[in-house]
């Protein structure tokens, strides 16, 4: 609600059983714990909020600008905040943020942990050269290193899904086609046509079957990837002109400012030498 009110249901019966306020403004994201007890809001105030379903605010952890949306990760211990460009890893434990993810394209639409809790990835949106593009990005949730990135051209929020098991991610790519990315090897390993836009999708519970909603009907795919799979180059990281990076360095540190281009697509403006995207 644009006041900040977050209203809890019954599913049961249908009905509101409690609200709960302290946002001031809109509330962009909101994850339960994986135990049910507890979830977390995130809003434009800069704010994420942690409340039990009793009713209670149990934690505010200041942010440095608007929140858009919001994860916890499978054991319950982290959450993971989206803002402009940047993702967000909390202890809840710790009450501390423990590191940050750069490198993003626009404004975070959606993030998300493996299963396993090993990985993280994010899509974000853009508007750049007459287009919008989005880009997806996975990173070692341990050590922080992006192990994988790619990019899209899309109208729509860009949606993804895990596999339970393998590295395998789904997301909407060009021209709001679903397809399948192994993360690992950088292949697309499967791709779904249709005649008009896909615009949401997950993976069942077992890995073998995507439910997408395509041409405007839900429907369920079968998700073993293909042999060869149009479309199946490998996709090419972009790597960063050492150069051009000294360079950029060298005018931060006279007090300038530089325009970097995140994956040579999203362009960034940057005053301080620790902000160049890696």
């Given at each position: 609600r644009p006041d900040g009110v977050v209203l809890l249901w019954d599913r049961d019966s249908d009905t509101i059983v409690a609200e709960f306020s302290g946002h001031q403004g809109v509330v962009r994201g909101l994850a339960f714990h994986p135990a049910g007890q507890q979830f977390v809001t995130a809003g434009e105030d800069a704010t994420v909020r942690l409340w039990s379903i009793a009713g209670k605010e149990l934690e505010v952890f200041k942010q440095p600008s608007g929140c858009s949306c919001i994860t916890f990760s499978p054991d319950g211990e982290s959450i993971a905040v989206g803002m402009q460009r940047t993702v967000a890893l909390w202890s809840l434990a710790r009450k501390k943020l423990v590191r940050t993810f750069d490198g993003i394209y626009g404004e975070l639409w959606n993030i998300e942990f493996d299963p396993s809790g090993a990985t993280i990835a994010a899509t974000s949106r853009t508007f750049f050269d007459k287009d919008w593009l989005s880009d997806l990005k996975v990173w070692?949730?341990?050590?922080?290193?992006?192990?994988?990135?790619?990019?899209?051209?899309?109208?729509?929020?860009?949606?993804?899904?895990?596999?339970?098991?393998?590295?395998?991610?789904?997301?909407?790519?060009?021209?709001?086609?679903?397809?399948?990315?192994?993360?690992?090897?950088?292949r697309q390993i499967l791709q779904v046509p249709s005649r008009q836009t896909t615009q949401f999708v997950t993976y069942s519970p077992d890995g073998t079957r995507l439910l997408a909603w395509i041409d405007g009907l839900p429907k369920i795919v079968d998700a073993t990837p293909e042999e060869v799979p149009f479309g199946s180059a490998t996709v090419q990281p972009r790597e960063q002109v050492a150069a051009e990076a000294e360079a950029a360095r060298w005018v931060l540190k006279q007090g300038g400012q530089v325009q970097v281009l995140i994956d040579h697509v999203a362009p960034l403006d940057v005053n301080r030498a620790e902000d160049l995207p890696s």
């Amino acid at each position: 609600r644009p006041d900040g009110v977050v209203l809890l249901w019954d599913r049961d019966s249908d009905t509101i059983v409690a609200e709960f306020s302290g946002h001031q403004g809109v509330v962009r994201g909101l994850a339960f714990h994986p135990a049910g007890q507890q979830f977390v809001t995130a809003g434009e105030d800069a704010t994420v909020r942690l409340w039990s379903i009793a009713g209670k605010e149990l934690e505010v952890f200041k942010q440095p600008s608007g929140c858009s949306c919001i994860t916890f990760s499978p054991d319950g211990e982290s959450i993971a905040v989206g803002m402009q460009r940047t993702v967000a890893l909390w202890s809840l434990a710790r009450k501390k943020l423990v590191r940050t993810f750069d490198g993003i394209y626009g404004e975070l639409w959606n993030i998300e942990f493996d299963p396993s809790g090993a990985t993280i990835a994010a899509t974000s949106r853009t508007f750049f050269d007459k287009d919008w593009l989005s880009d997806l990005k996975v990173w070692n949730l341990q050590t922080g290193d992006r192990l994988f990135s790619t990019r899209f051209k899309v109208n729509y929020d860009p949606q993804f899904s895990f596999h339970p098991t393998m590295p395998y991610v789904a997301v909407i790519g060009n021209n709001h086609q679903l397809i399948v990315l192994n993360t690992e090897a950088g292949r697309q390993i499967l791709q779904v046509p249709s005649r008009q836009t896909t615009q949401f999708v997950t993976y069942s519970p077992d890995g073998t079957r995507l439910l997408a909603w395509i041409d405007g009907l839900p429907k369920i795919v079968d998700a073993t990837p293909e042999e060869v799979p149009f479309g199946s180059a490998t996709v090419q990281p972009r790597e960063q002109v050492a150069a051009e990076a000294e360079a950029a360095r060298w005018v931060l540190k006279q007090g300038g400012q530089v325009q970097v281009l995140i994956d040579h697509v999203a362009p960034l403006d940057v005053n301080r030498a620790e902000d160049l995207p890696s």
